[in-house]
């Protein structure tokens, strides 16, 4: 790996809390991937998990491609502080961007993951769960836009971005224009029926437009994610009508298989923004070519690095370490070709681990 690669802090701008219990070997297994196990095989037999093998072991003192069971008898007498505090520092981090709208168990807050990473941990607010709040409230249809407004407002002051999982509830083919309060309300009416999980395009266009006016960075989950998504909806080609439209820097998650397709929107689109985060570590040896096409036509200063951890620190340090083993292939491929010279690769490093991220969120002022 290239030196300046290996030194350079990472800004993970989009990543969730771990786990406050005991990863065992079951956890292990059903939270490595997006599937979980299955009859007859281990999720360890896959691109993350010969990454997962080789990689995380060491960082406990154990020797790499360890049998998972006595893997999983090492991390439980180290203990969950413990191995959480080894991996999350190992990531060698600066700054976290931590979306706090999906906690389907205790997991760290953004402060505790501060502490256990020593980087400076910042907060995304989900954009549907505070609807879902205002919802809950009793709030009547006519009064559910200015309650979500006033909400918005009382939740974001010190939040870097919010975020929009409408890739999950509805797809993303979602009309450009900001809906009016009449369509609000009406969408409302339905909405308040079954407040628990708001799955209505007029709704998420609102809560995106709601974010816009505020003036903060919108995240959107696009493409890859667990099976509660229809990925085929979920191409960020169909965020085409709102991307005309919004004033706002917009970031585009996850995205693969539709990598290629984020890296044109980002080309075109002045405030778009992109990353490979959870692909990155599924993928494992094939990270470099994923990289490699996600770069394909996003500009360099519009590329950010993620790792879309949830629950075990280790994708924490599985997606920083083979982000950076792929970010060193492309940059030596580009020194190898005579593309650029020594002194660009320092400057790329910078701009796609770091800096990218800094500028995009405004993060300069406070680090
Ligand atoms: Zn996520």
Redesign the pocket.
């Known amino acids: 790996m290239s030196g300046a690669v290996a030194e350079q802090q990472l800004v993970d701008h989009?990543c969730?809390g771990v786990l406050l219990r005991d990863g065992d070997q079951a956890t292990l297994e059903s939270q490595l991937t997006e599937g979980g196990p299955f009859p007859g095989g281990s999720v360890f037999d896959s691109g993350i998990g010969f990454a997962f093998r080789r990689l995380c072991p060491p960082v406990l003192e154990l020797p790499a491609d360890l049998p998972v069971t006595e893997y999983a008898a090492r991390r439980g007498e180290l203990g969950t502080d413990a191995v959480n505090r080894r991996f999350l520092r190992a990531a060698g981090l600066t700054a976290l961007c931590v979306?706090t709208g999906y906690e389907p168990e205790p997991i760290t807050t953004p402060e505790q993951l501060a502490d256990l990473s020593g980087a400076r941990a910042y907060e995304v607010v989900r954009l549907e769960v505070i609807a879902e709040e205002v919802g809950a409230s009793g709030i009547s249809a006519q009064g559910f836009a200015d309650a979500v407004r006033a909400k918005l407002a009382e939740r974001t002051p010190h939040a870097v971005a919010v975020k929009s999982i409408a890739a999950y509830r509805t797809g993303l083919d979602l009309a450009g224009k900001r809906p009016t309060d009449a369509e609000v309300a009406a969408a409302a009416g339905s909405f308040l029926r079954a407040p628990a999980r708001l799955a209505d395009q007029t709704l998420h266009r609102f809560l995106i437009w709601c974010a816009d006016d505020l003036g903060k960075p919108i995240q959107f989950h696009v493409g890859y994610g667990d099976s509660d998504i229809d990925l085929h909806r979920c191409n960020p080609l169909l965020l085409t009508p709102l991307l005309r439209n919004l004033t706002v820097p917009v970031m585009l998650l996850h995205n693969y298989p539709y990598h290629r397709e984020a890296g044109y929107l980002a080309q075109v689109f002045p405030h778009v923004y992109v990353d490979a985060g959870l692909a990155t570590h599924n993928l494992g040896a094939r990270a470099p070519a994923l990289l490699a096409e996600a770069l394909e036509l996003a500009p360099f200063g519009k590329f950010l690095y993620s790792s879309?951890a949830?629950g075990l620190p280790e994708l924490y340090y599985l997606g920083a370490a083979l982000f950076r083993s792929a970010l060193s292939s492309f940059l030596r491929t580009g020194l190898n070709e005579d593309l650029y010279a020594e002194r660009t690769v320092v400057r790329l490093t910078r701009m796609l681990c770091a800096d990218n991220a800094k500028r995009a969120y405004q993060l300069g002022s406070q680090m």
């Open positions: 989009h969730h979306d879309d949830f």
